[in-house]
């Protein structure tokens, strides 16, 4: 595939703003879900098939991308931040992976049925077993904060390279190179 090297390739873009709307998605209904009983069971039935297609699309997303080198970070970048980038990156594919697979886990493990809707019902992944179930609570909890984190990192840093550096990191995952827009309109 001939492209820019300086931009992510198109799947890539989309998924990550797909997965980042669901991912936004998916922190504040958890938030809404444990503060309100009147909306808890909609927002239930939302959570599980949400959490479940992040998990389907980071799959897709780290297969792409072990397919496709993402763009160079910039040679001025300090080696410190390169290293942040690099690692948030990766800390970011093990949080998608992990939150929906802590979820089904938990649920497994309280003997709560995996509806995701249509009468589709997923296998559970472990026994029942309600400590293992209050542990993987706890920890499906825990990993939100510090996806919540994260994503406030990732856009801090994001807002930094365009604002301040200026050096087309933002751009390189917010369009692609001019060539692949042009035939996309085409």
Same mark, same amino acid.
């Given at each position: 595939?001939?492209?820019?090297?300086?931009?992510?390739?198109?799947? &890539?873009?989309?998924? $990550? @703003?797909?997965?980042?709307?669901?991912? #936004? *998605? +998916?922190?504040? %209904? !958890?938030?809404? /879900?444990?503060?309100?009983?009147?909306?808890?069971?909609?927002?239930?039935?939302?959570?599980?098939?949400?959490?479940?297609?992040?998990?389907?699309?980071?799959?897709?997303?780290?297969?792409?991308?072990?397919?496709?080198?993402?763009?160079?970070?910039?040679?001025?970048?300090?080696?410190?931040?390169?290293?942040? &980038?690099?690692?948030? $990156? @990766?800390?970011?594919?093990?949080?998608? #992976? *992990? +939150?929906?697979? %802590? !979820?089904?886990? /938990?649920?497994?493990?309280?003997?709560?049925?995996?509806?995701?809707?249509?009468?589709?019902?997923?296998?559970?992944?472990?026994?029942?077993?309600?400590?293992?179930?209050?542990?993987?609570?706890?920890?499906?909890?825990?990993?939100?904060?510090?996806?919540?984190?994260?994503?406030?990192?990732?856009?801090?840093? &994001?807002?930094?390279?365009? @604002?301040?550096?200026?050096?087309?990191?933002?751009?390189?995952?917010?369009? !692609?190179?001019?060539?692949?827009?042009?035939?996309?309109?085409?």
């Amino acid at each position: 595939m001939n492209r820019d090297a300086g931009h992510f390739n198109l799947l &890539a873009r989309v998924l $990550h @703003w797909l997965m980042a709307a669901m991912i #936004l *998605a +998916m922190l504040f %209904v !958890g938030v809404t /879900m444990v503060a309100s009983l009147h909306w808890r069971p909609m927002l239930i039935d939302l959570h599980r098939p949400l959490g479940i297609a992040i998990l389907l699309l980071v799959l897709v997303r780290l297969y792409n991308r072990l397919r496709h080198r993402p763009p160079p970070l910039p040679a001025d970048l300090p080696a410190w931040q390169a290293a942040a &980038a690099h690692a948030s $990156h @990766w800390v970011l594919y093990g949080l998608m #992976l *992990a +939150m929906p697979l %802590v !979820g089904w886990g /938990m649920l497994s493990a309280g003997g709560y049925p995996i509806v995701m809707g249509g009468g589709v019902h997923l296998p559970a992944i472990l026994p029942h077993n309600p400590a293992l179930y209050a542990a993987l609570r706890n920890a499906h909890s825990l990993l939100a904060y510090v996806l919540f984190a994260t994503v406030v990192m990732h856009l801090s840093a &994001a807002l930094f390279h365009l @604002w301040v550096r200026r050096d087309g990191v933002f751009q390189a995952m917010a369009k !692609g190179p001019e060539k692949e827009r042009n035939d996309d309109a085409g």
